[in-house]
């Protein structure tokens, strides 16, 4: 006789491995998924300073509005993440919502405020750190940042952000350090990172990070004398040295290498090709500067080599110290009057940090040296990066 009390039996004992297999297997995936990906660990994101302040119970009064708003993610700050983006971040992520990466769980991050906690920088190199839980095929570390005067009662939008870092592709990495070169700002400002993983390598995924930075007076000193001293001592030291030195020989490629195939170069390295300038904008290897240059592409074109100079005849001795003399006095009394008597900027010339110039009608102070350096698409006022090297002072109309 067919008994169904056996029959029950043996089916529950199937079911129940079945059923424990997929347990295991919900177990497993929901593991990789709590340890994946990576977040900002230098210095810290606003994730990590809110998750250290307390997720249930903070006491920053940033982080406390947060967990109104919604800040559930913080027990995950490495998943601030969007599959499937491609390169294409603010097509899934709206303007005001840069910060949660657009996931509701985390839309108190998105706040408009200017109390976050942040970490105290000066313009120049700062390594960044970003610490991943999962080790991904990177197509590019990208970092961006607010321009000055950046106003915090708006929300943060795609159009408030200025690239300053790409790090181009790079295999699976644990840690990943970045020497980025912060531009001179004073204040509070946002810094934006994107991970993006390779998506023809591994996938499409992308992560997002917002650092809050304290420029503060942006000189470190806070004293308008010392300022005015040592952008005397930064001009006298640097940019007329190589100013007479390019008006002499003309050549603006001269310490320059020449392009070679086989060798990676990375941003913001420098070659040149064909009697040619280029800069790399991001890792690139055997990319033809000629055949691949743009504001996108591996390498930017910074133009001829050679450039208009002064006369060869004039012992470079004598010409640097007449030039020296007259650009520290029309510093010290730009910095000081305010009148706009700053030397005219020579494209392809050497200028440090605070160095002051005159081009296309306006005078501009010098943020980041290395890029003030480079001219062509940095040259100030009239390049289409201009604003990431040169701050504008006056008007000198």
């Given at each position: 006789m067919f008994n169904t009390r056996h029959l029950l039996a043996g089916v529950s004992q199937l079911v129940k491995p079945a059923s424990m297999m997929i347990l295991a297997m919900a177990s497993t995936l929901a593991i990789h998924e709590a340890s994946a990906h990576g977040y900002v660990s230098s210095p810290k994101s606003r994730v990590i300073q809110c998750k250290e302040n307390g997720i249930e119970n903070p006491t920053h009064p940033a982080c406390i509005a947060a967990k109104a708003a919604g800040n559930g993610g913080?027990?995950?700050?490495?998943?601030?993440?969007?599959?499937?983006?491609?390169?294409?971040?603010?097509?899934?992520?709206?303007?005001?919502?840069?910060?949660?990466?657009?996931?509701?769980?985390?839309?108190?991050?998105?706040?408009?405020?200017?109390d976050w906690p942040a970490t105290s920088v000066t313009p120049g190199a700062r390594e960044f750190v970003w610490t991943n839980t999962a080790a991904h095929k990177t197509k590019y570390f990208r970092y961006y940042i607010t321009p000055q005067g950046y106003d915090h009662s708006q929300p943060l939008r795609w159009s408030d952000l200025q690239l300053i870092h790409d790090s181009g592709p790079a295999d699976q990495e644990w840690v990943s350090t970045h020497n980025v070169i912060l531009p001179y700002r004073t204040g509070r400002h946002i810094i934006y990172s994107i991970w993006q993983r390779d998506w023809d390598r591994d996938a499409a995924e992308g992560f997002y990070q917002c650092i809050d930075v304290d420029f503060g007076n942006g000189t470190g000193t806070g004293s308008s004398s010392s300022v005015a001293s040592s952008v005397v001592s930064s001009v006298t030291s640097s940019?007329?040295?190589?100013?007479?030195?390019?008006?002499?020989?003309?050549?603006?490629?001269?310490?320059?290498?020449?392009?070679?195939?086989?060798?990676?170069?990375?941003?913001?390295?420098?070659?040149?090709?064909?009697?040619?300038?280029?800069?790399?904008?991001?890792?690139?290897?055997n990319q033809n500067p000629s055949t691949n240059s743009g504001q996108y592409g591996p390498w930017l074109d910074l133009g001829n080599c050679v450039t208009s100079g002064g006369s060869s005849s004039v012992a470079?001795?004598?010409?640097?110290?007449?030039?020296?003399?007259?650009?520290?006095?029309?510093?010290?009394?730009?910095?000081?009057?305010?009148?706009?008597?700053?030397?005219?900027?020579?494209?392809?010339?050497?200028?440090?940090?605070?160095?002051?110039?005159?081009?296309?009608?306006?005078?501009?102070?010098?943020?980041?040296?290395?890029?003030?350096?480079?001219?062509?698409?940095?040259?100030?006022?009239?390049?289409?990066?201009?604003?990431?090297a040169w701050e504008l002072v006056r008007s000198c109309q």
């Open positions: 913080l027990y995950t700050p490495q998943e601030v993440a969007v599959g499937g983006v491609r390169d294409n971040h603010d097509y899934y992520i709206p303007d005001g919502r840069l910060c949660s990466a657009n996931r509701a769980n985390l839309f108190g991050m998105d706040l408009a405020r200017n940019s007329v040295a190589s100013s007479v030195a390019s008006s002499l020989s003309n050549d603006t490629c001269a310490t320059l290498p020449s392009w070679d195939a086989s060798t990676v170069y990375t941003n913001p390295q420098q070659v040149k090709h064909n009697s040619k300038r280029y800069q790399a904008n991001y890792w690139t290897q470079s001795s004598s010409v640097a110290s007449s030039v020296a003399s007259s650009v520290t006095s029309s510093v010290a009394s730009s910095v000081v009057s305010g009148n706009c008597i700053s030397p005219v900027y020579v494209d392809g010339s050497s200028y440090a940090n605070n160095a002051l110039v005159q081009n296309n009608g306006s005078e501009y102070r010098c943020l980041v040296g290395g890029w003030c350096t480079v001219g062509g698409p940095y040259a100030p006022g009239t390049g289409w990066a201009w604003a990431n």
